[in-house]
């Protein structure tokens, strides 16, 4: 389990008993829930002595489900968010694996779902789509995408058959605590809470939606006559009763509560900055933490994104500027490019919106790559069109953003025998990878220090890691979210560096 209990024979560990190793785990206080109270264990039970005081007149404690306010069973846990975990802990190692894992699925819903603008379009046949592929198919299939990379990231479990008490249980504790991960995270800026309530919406909207598709079990029904006084009850005004409500109002009223929750909490931590400086000061969690918002999200790299003199790149310093400043998929294809004087359809698609994204105008694209290209005739009869293209000067006239870390990660194709195009982080095994970082200068120490969150699958993080080793004394903004943020960060960091350089 990724989240445990701390708990001797079935009984929950007091503080007297907190794990040893207090600098490798990340304790949970134990807890007393109570339908109307939650309060600090003190003695090795867990319970407190004046429990009585805090009960309600059933004296009923509330479940761990019915605390959290997950629906149970079901494949997906759905929380409110209302209250943060209370009991338990979790290593460094799964604390960051689960942090990075929800960062990840929050960008993959970035990338994979569309707007409300795309849905329409689709809708009404303005995008064309693969033959006899519909919208109805493509809105399918990327809700297919979604629920996969839900599963894949243990934020759901694929199948109810055969699934038990204590495996739900830790995926409702991972739930919650790696969204508190990122809460705390992303507290520090506004820009970058939009950004994590937007994606938080995303998934609490679509595993809503997921309910849809599920039988319901001991419904509650009412009578004719209490459903005819449905229309005499306005619901903002029913407070702590239930009241029976129409399907079409109760997503609104979800996501509206799940939308104030969360504002709610990060105004909370606003006002109460000393104990957010607190956490991001644990020396345990706190480069951790930094390092999460710093991976969140793309720039949209467009033609019109404004370059300055350091940081846009010309056919004439491209030769100077690769190595130092190329993030390690562009320079591994760059590298490979140089060699081969050929790319193959995935890697020039990612390495020449890449080249635009980086300042060069389109006739710079053009002749930087005829110039590396085998046969020059053949790259313009071939070629030249889909550079063109990709700066909306052919077909649709549509002007290409390059691609970022998540698509590249999540959406390009498994590459081949020859190919370069994706991730090295992830699609390098360990050997390969340690021999390209070595090839790109890094020490042995340095290697070291990027593999476990290459074992962790933490690929963006792991790209972090690469940039600050690389970079010292960079703050690494935007680093891991998109490998044009990386190449202006470097450049602004070998700007700076020459300019200290020559003020000494």
Not at 350 to 370: C, D, P, S, V, Y
């Amino acid at each position: 389990m990724i989240v445990r209990k701390r708990s001797i024979n079935g009984m929950p560990v007091g503080k007297g008993k907190a794990n040893e190793k207090k600098l490798q785990n990340i304790t949970i206080k134990n807890y007393e829930i109570n339908n109307s109270n939650i309060y600090t264990s003190n003695d090795d039970t867990g319970k407190n002595d004046n429990s009585s005081n805090h009960t309600n007149s059933n004296d009923k404690k509330r479940t761990f489900f019915d605390y959290y306010g997950c629906i149970y069973p079901f494949n997906m846990p759905i929380s409110l968010y209302k209250y943060p975990p209370i009991f338990g802990y979790c290593s460094l190692s799964d604390f960051q694996e689960i942090g990075a894992k929800r960062l990840a699925l929050l960008q993959f819903l970035d990338t994979c779902t569309i707007s409300e603008d795309e849905r329409d379009q689709y809708s009404n046949g303005l995008k064309k789509l693969e033959k006899n592929y519909s919208a109805n198919n493509y809105m399918e299939n990327k809700s297919k995408q979604i629920r996969q990379k839900i599963y894949e990231y243990k934020f759901g479990i694929q199948s109810m058959k055969n699934y038990n008490k204590e495996e739900m249980e830790n995926i409702i504790m991972t739930d919650l605590l790696s969204h508190y991960i990122l809460r705390i995270a992303f507290s520090k800026d506004k820009e970058k809470q939009q950004w994590f309530l937007k994606q938080e919406l995303k998934l609490f909207t679509f595993r809503l939606n997921e309910l849809k598709y599920i039988n319901v079990l001991n419904a509650q029904n009412i009578s004719e006559s209490e459903r005819g006084l449905i229309h005499l009850l306005k619901r903002e005004s029913v407070e702590k009763a239930e009241a029976d409500e129409p399907d079409i109002y109760l997503d609104a009223i979800l996501i509206t509560q799940f939308k104030i929750n969360i504002k709610e909490s990060f105004k909370y931590l606003e006002q109460n900055e000393k104990m957010l400086l607190n956490v991001h000061n644990d020396s345990r969690i706190s480069s951790f933490l930094a390092a999460l918002p710093k991976a969140y999200v793309a720039k949209d790299f467009r033609q019109n994104y404004e370059h300055t003199e350091e940081t846009r790149l010309m056919p004439q310093n491209l030769y100077n500027v690769y190595k130092q400043s190329f993030p390690p998929c562009m320079r591994r294809i760059f590298v490979n490019y140089l060699k081969e004087k050929h790319l193959k359809h995935w890697g020039r698609q990612q390495l020449w919106l890449f080249l635009k994204g980086a300042g060069m105008t389109l006739e710079e694209n053009i002749h930087t790559n005829r110039s590396i290209w085998l046969q020059s005739d053949k790259f313009d009869k071939e070629h030249r069109y889909t550079i063109r293209y990709m700066y909306g000067k052919e077909g649709k006239k549509t002007d290409f953003s390059p691609y970022n870390c998540s698509k590249i990660i999540n959406n390009f194709p498994v590459p081949s025998s020859g190919d370069t195009h994706g991730c090295p982080f992830k699609n390098f095994d360990e050997a390969h990878l340690k021999k390209l970082l070595f090839f790109f200068g890094l020490s042995d120490d340095q290697i070291k220090s990027i593999m476990p969150l290459k074992k962790n699958n933490e690929y963006q993080l792991a790209c972090v890691k690469f940039f600050m080793e690389t970079h010292p004394g960079s703050t690494g903004d935007g680093v891991g979210n998109h490998p044009n943020s990386y190449y202006i960060e470097s450049r602004k960091c070998v700007t700076e560096r020459k300019k200290k350089k020559h003020t000494q």
